[in-house]
Nanobody, 125 residues
Framework: EVQLVESGGGLVQAGGSLRLSCAASGFTFDDHAIGWFRQAPGKEREGVIC??????YYADSVKGRFTISNNNAKNTVYLQMNSLKPEDTAVYYC????????????????????WGKGTLVTVSS
């Protein structure tokens, strides 16, 4: 069974940091696009960061603050979030697309094959 499980969310003060994890089972991240998306209350889901085919997309709002990394041995992808702002408050989802995704690299969630259930990040001012 294919599964993505996010963890690491929580409450943090503005200016703080969090590292989210996304553990995969049932497949490996090789040859997949890997994206982190978020949905704030009352807003549409948006792309935060995506890695695909050797390229990385960053939403303008997170450039210089968020990074993506992976540990192949653990089949886990990470989202390091620094200098957090209250507007970063959202449910964060990881997703993967087989064979890469140009949509993901443009910040869209269209065509992602696998999704986690999300983890809530709350940034207090």
């Amino acid at each position: 069974e294919v599964q993505l499980v996010e963890s690491g969310g929580g409450l943090v003060q503005a200016g703080g940091s969090l590292r989210l994890s996304c553990a995969a089972s049932g497949f490996t991240f090789d040859d997949h696009a890997i994206g982190w998306f978020r949905q704030a209350p009352g807003k549409e889901r948006e792309g935060v960061i995506c890695s695909s085919d050797g390229s990385i997309y960053y939403a303008d709002s997170v450039k210089g603050r968020f990074t993506i990394s992976n540990n192949n041995a653990k089949n886990t992808v990470y989202l390091q979030m620094n200098s957090l702002k209250p507007e970063d408050t959202a449910v964060y989802y990881c997703a993967a697309a087989r064979y890469g995704s140009s949509w993901c690299l443009a910040g869209y969630d269209y065509g992602m094959d696998y999704w986690g259930k999300g983890t809530l990040v709350t940034v207090s001012s």
